[in-house]
């Protein structure tokens, strides 16, 4: 929003100091200046001249050779191609070697043969506005010589821009005249009542007893909170005075006719948009606030023609709608430049419906904008009365006819909202002394109604703050902390007592896994999305997807679905990680949502963890990390063989993703809760995977909720070495390795205190070679040669008598 330093000085006194120091006291107290903008400052090499001729060039209809001065003695040669260049003209002359706005410099240059040293500046060229069908012509009084900067910003309208996102909680600072009010406080200066009953009786004065020639009705189920109008004839449209123009120019907006300005220079003065009507195109002589009932297109102001939809709300006659209310007006309404007979409109809107229907067809306008910051209706009526004033002075010849009409809510029954609080409170939050008459200053300076009753002070806010701004005690506090100034705070370390705070189970046994996966598994941590769809299901195979809890109001039908486990995210982590890397770890603590048939669906904590090589099987490593990291975390759990027969709540038995050997469940707390196993082939595949990938995973949920006790023993490092013994053996293509742990360790021999597979070799299309690693250990004593020899020959026996035999 741009903001008019003139204009402010309308409504109160700003003090004669610097624009920019004006800006920073703005920023401190209200909202950020973006920019302080005076118009010249970029323009202190451009002086004035007089022309002393204006000659025809011998070799061009269109180009003229003029001869400028600016001391009143020297001439210079200047190639001109401006129609309204003569003698005798005062104009701003751009030295060559002059930077321009946008960065052009000036240089000496031949113009058909000619050479022109510097340049006559329009309007464009100097960056005051968009004329560039002529030079600038200055006052003939203008001193030769004379910087333009000075002249020129000695009526320059300054303008202090400000981010309109910093404004969006504030529907009074939408105007001019709230910003002066805001400026008022700041410099404890007055502000002018310039909309006083007095100034209300006036413009009412005008209003005579004849009957009314549009009146409105507003359907009780519109977006409209309430639609003033009153009707003025014998108006001209023409031009509007320079002052409006340059007030609209300077606040960003483009002149276009005293009707069409006076609706935008009260929109900017007092932040509450208008509308214009051509009074005979208005059929019925009644103008309807209703919802459509069907599907119909809309021809707007700008041209473009949108699609309403039933339930939009509309402005109408009795033939057709007028007006997208609170966004934008039709060409079937507008003002033209034979309109004689006008009704001034002003109204307020449902800020929600406003913003969702501007969304939709694609339009957001000055006024949807203000209408979306939900702006206070019972100021609606003083925009019409401002704007009929306005007309009245610009068409003297002007008549209001009948009275200012209305339909709506019944205004009179709104209530003002009064907060209680304490003096004390506001000291106590701000950090700083406050005392009683500092607060009812300051807060009566910008509109509120205080009442002391001791230590306690009753608040009423004024409508145009109650909207959606200010609501409890702490808003009033930040009000008077803002102009108390936040750099005049002095800052305190909060007094509160630092304690440790002892973290949660769960959060105890996430940094666990966290540190496991990190330091010991090498992997590294990954966050994948909840949301999943029926197509990302589909892809992965997943049964039962239509049993997954569904969003009624998904973004996208990517994310309709909440997930009902995280394999099918893994699946989308490893075929995007792949392209990029020969192999990889990663993990993920992550939810997935199970249906249930009592609580609907239930949110269970799963930890995924994926082993990924382009070139080498990764299942018994993604085993061997398994059973270290159940170790580490004290669960009491254990890998069990695959059977079709054991289901499992967390990779059901019946998923074609699993690779059908590679498998084992993970029994926790005496139930199947995870699994460990490869992806298969085909899946893969689908997924465009190329290489293996195996997985881990476990749902948590019990084993976090159930708390049981830590049962780490500490025992000192054994003085006495361990004995490894590996021996490979040869396996068939479908046997599971598991099968060979399980079987030495059935031999029971007490010192055996890990057995785990090394290597799988492939070793023919029926064959493979299978490393097996037994560890033996005695906390007591040192393993004897015989008895480990002995041992040896036990696990060989033990292995052969299953078909297990050595690799020779």
């Known amino acids: 929003m741009l903001i008019s330093l003139e204009w402010i000085n309308d409504f109160t006194t700003l003090p004669k100091i610097s624009p920019e120091e004006i800006g920073r006291a703005f920023t401190r107290h209200t909202a950020e200046v973006e ?9 202190d090499q451009i002086v004035i001249a007089e022309v002393l001729s204006a000659e025809k060039h011998p070799d061009a209809d269109k180009l003229k050779l003029c001869k400028v001065t600016i001391d009143g003695k020297s001439e210079i040669d200047v190639v001109c191609g401006a129609p309204n260049v003569r003698a005798g003209l005062k ?7 002059s930077t321009l706005p946008g960065g052009f410099v000036l240089e000496k240059k031949k113009i058909r043969g000619v050479l022109s040293n510097g340049m006559i500046c329009s309007e464009r060229e100097l960056g005051l506005g968009e004329d560039h069908d002529g030079i600038l012509e200055l006052a003939a ?47 404890s200066s007055p502000l002018k009542d310039f909309f006083s009953k007095e100034w209300r009786a006036e413009v009412e004065a005008h209003y005579t007893d004849e009957q009314a020639p549009i009146t409105v009705k507003v359907e009780s189920d519109a977006a409209c909170l309430g639609y003033f109008g009153l009707s003025v004839s014998n108006i001209k449209v023409e031009p509007s005075p320079e002052w409006m123009q340059k007030r609209l120019i300077a606040a960003g907006l483009r002149p276009i006719n005293n009707m069409v300005d006076i609706g935008n220079y009260v929109m900017l003065e ?17 103008i309807i606030v209703k919802r459509v009932s069907d599907k119909q297109n809309f021809e707007a102001l700008d041209e473009s023609v949108v699609e309403l939809h039933p339930g939009d709300t509309v402005v109408a006659d009795q033939n057709q709608a007028l007006v997208v209310g609170g966004i934008i007006g039709g060409t079937n309404s507008g003002i033209a430049d034979d309109t004689k007979d006008i009704f001034i409109e002003a109204a307020n809107w449902n800020a929600a419906e406003i913003r969702r229907l501007s969304t939709r067809i694609g339009i957001r306008t000055d006024s949807s904008q203000r209408f979306e910051k939900s702006l206070d209706t019972l100021q609606t009526d003083k925009a019409v009365l401002r704007a009929a004033e306005l007309v009245l002075k610009l068409c003297p010849d002007a008549k209001v006819v009948g009275k200012l009409q209305y339909d709506g809510p019944d205004l009179s029954q709104t209530k003002a909202l009064t907060i209680e609080t304490e003096v004390a409170a506001f000291s106590e939050l701000l950090g700083v002394e406050v005392n009683k008459e500092q607060i009812c200053t300051t807060l009566e300076s910008i509109g509120f109604k205080t009442t002391p009753n001791g230590d306690k002070l009753s608040v009423v806010v004024p409508s145009y703050r109650a909207t959606k701004d200010v609501e409890m005690e702490v808003d009033l506090i930040e009000e008077v902390g803002r102009f108390i100034g936040y750099d005049n705070i002095e800052p305190k370390s909060p007094r509160v007592e630092l304690a440790p705070t002892r973290l949660s189970k769960e959060k105890q046994l996430f940094r666990k896994v966290q540190d496991f996966m990190v330091m010991r598994a090498h992997a590294l941590e990954v966050f994948t999305y909840p949301l999943t769809s029926e197509k990302a299901l589909t892809k992965a195979a997943w049964p039962n997807s239509d049993q997954c809890l569904k969003l009624k109001n998904a973004l996208s039908s990517d994310s309709e679905l909440m997930r009902p486990s995280m394999l099918p995210s893994m699946l989308e982590a490893i075929a995007l990680n792949q392209k990029q890397y020969q192999s990889f770890r990663m993990f993920e603590i992550g939810r997935a949502y199970l249906p249930k048939d009592k609580n609907f669906s239930e949110e269970r904590t799963h930890l995924a963890l994926v082993l990924y090589s382009r070139d080498k099987n990764q299942y018994i490593e993604t085993v061997n990390i398994t059973e270290n990291f159940l170790q580490f975390c004290n669960m009491p759990a254990a890998l069990l063989m695959h059977s079709a027969k054991l289901s499992n709540p967390v990779v059901p038995v019946e998923w074609p993703g699993a690779h059908p050997i590679e498998y084992q469940h993970i029994k926790l707390m005496g139930k199947n809760q995870g699994a460990v196993l490869s992806l298969h082939p085909s899946l893969l595949q689908a997924y465009k995977i190329k290489g293996y990938a195996s997985i881990c995973l476990l749902d948590v949920t019990d084993f976090v909720s159930a708390s049981l006790k830590d049962k780490l023993k500490f025992t000192p490092i054994s003085k006495y070495p361990s004995a490894s013994f590996d021996c490979t053996v040869l396996t068939g293509k479908r046997d599971e390795v598991q099968r060979l742990i399980d079987l030495v360790r059935a031999i029971g021999i007490k010192e055996i205190v890990d057995v785990k597979i090394v290597t799988c070799f492939d070793l023919s299309a029926e064959d493979n070679a299978v490393t097996v690693r037994t560890t033996f250990h005695h906390p007591e004593k040192t393993l004897s040669g015989d008895f480990l020899k002995d041992a040896e020959t036990k696990i060989i026996e033990q292995l052969a008598n299953a078909g297990f035999f050595l690799k020779s």
């Not at 030769?144 to 404004?167: C, M, P, R, T």
């Open 91 to 97: 104009v701003a002359y751009a030295p060559v070697g």
């Open 35 to 43: 920019e302080v903008i005076v118009p010249g400052k970029e323009l």
């Open 270 to 286: 007092l932040g509450q948009p208008l509308h214009m009507f051509d009074r005979s195109k208005i059929s019925g002589k009644q």
């Open 141 to 187: 009084d203008l001193k030769v010589g004379a910087k333009f900067k000075e002249i020129l910003q000695k009526d320059a309208e300054i303008v202090l821009e400000v981010d309109n996102k910093s404004l969006t909680h504030r529907p009074d600072l939408w105007g001019h005249y709230g910003m002066a009010r805001e400026f008022a406080t700041i410099y």
